[in-house]
Every structure is written in structure tokens, then in C-alpha cells.
């Protein structure tokens, strides 16, 4: 049978987190954590000792709530995509935490985001009704809007893609039993 307990606890915010994002990058296993103030933090975890060390906190941002958190490992060491409550998308580089993109993405709330690891096609879906993809690339424009559309009636809440390539991609709604699906 498998075991699982507690190792640590660990605190860095003042405020409520509100997402946490995670992956494997040059530099090692990644944790970022976002809060309802609109810090975003950037941890190692040391697998040793079981211990998360701070590497980045980034607090340029606060004001607005991080809502959504994802962790895109193909370029360079690494960055970490968080929404926020103003709409806006930031990309900070992992393991600093230096701004390297900022995308007036949506016009409310983003409520949802997921990327797609193989394509690095970042999804995105927000109080304004509307769901984009944006194309994250290595090399030229780090972040290039791909594709968007309106999802009448609706207020989004989550949006996540089908596969790691991104062919395909769902939302759900607030108050609705339906899972939209939609292809590229």
C-alpha cells in the first residue's frame, strides 16, 4: 500500500493563496504560488530534505488578485504565466523572476488558464467572455495572440486544453452543467 504524509509547511504570503502552478525546468522542480494580493512566488523544491526554498517574490503586481498560475519549461530556465484580476497576463522568468511579457489579455477577471505543454499555446478565459490562445514561442515574440471568441450566455470559470499539443480545448461556465469542447 502507498503511503503519503506531511513533510513541511511552509509560508510566504501574507494574503490567501489562490493558485499554485508547478513543473520540472533545467533548473529543477518548480513551485510558483500566487495570492489575493498579486504576489506571485517562486520556489525550488529541495527533494533531499523535502523543504521548498524561496527563489523569487515578485510583488511589482500587487494590487490585483492572482487568479491562475501555469509553469511553461521550454524556454530558457523557464517562466511562470499568472493572470490576474485586471485581465492582464505577466510572464516572469524562472529562477528571478524578472518580467519578460505582459499581455493586456482580457477585460475582467481571468478565470481560467492552462498551457499546452508540447505547442506552448497558452488558453485563457475571463469575465468578459471571451476565450483567446495566445502562441508562446522561444524565439521572436514571446507571446503572440493566436485566436479568440466570444462563449455567449455564459460566465467562464475554467478553461483547459484537451492535450498537450492544444488540438482541442473545453469551458465550463458558472452555474452550468454544460462542458463546452472546442477544435482547433
Not at 503511503?3 to 525546468?25: E, Q, W, Y
Not at 504576489?39 to 524561496?54: A, K
Not at 450566455?153 to 499539443?165: I, L, Q, S
Request: proline share 3%; aromatic share 10%; charged share 20%.
Amino acid at each position: 500500500s502507498y503511503m503519503c504524509s506531511r513533510v513541511g509547511k511552509f509560508r510566504n504570503h501574507v494574503a490567501p493563496i489562490t493558485d499554485l502552478a508547478s513543473s520540472n525546468t533545467k533548473t529543477g522542480k518548480v513551485l510558483a504560488s500566487g495570492d489575493s494580493s498579486g504576489i506571485v512566488t517562486i520556489w525550488s523544491l529541495e527533494e533531499e530534505e523535502g523543504t521548498l526554498v524561496q527563489k523569487a517574490k515578485i510583488e511589482d503586481w500587487s494590487g490585483f488578485p492572482v487568479t491562475t498560475l501555469c509553469i511553461w519549461n521550454k524556454y530558457k530556465e523557464g517562466i511562470v504565466a499568472a493572470g490576474f484580476g485586471s485581465g492582464h497576463i505577466r510572464l516572469f522568468s524562472i529562477p528571478d523572476g524578472r518580467l519578460v511579457c505582459e499581455v493586456a489579455a482580457h477585460n475582467g477577471w481571468i478565470t481560467g488558464m492552462d498551457l499546452a505543454s508540447q505547442s506552448g499555446l497558452l488558453l485563457s478565459c475571463a469575465e468578459d467572455g471571451y476565450v483567446r490562445v495566445w502562441q508562446l514561442a522561444t524565439k521572436g515574440p514571446l507571446a503572440e495572440h493566436w485566436f479568440s471568441r466570444p462563449v455567449e450566455d455564459c460566465v467562464m470559470t475554467g478553461a483547459k486544453f484537451m492535450d498537450p499539443r492544444g488540438s482541442a480545448f473545453c469551458v465550463c461556465a458558472y452555474d452550468s452543467q454544460d462542458i463546452q469542447v472546442f477544435a482547433m
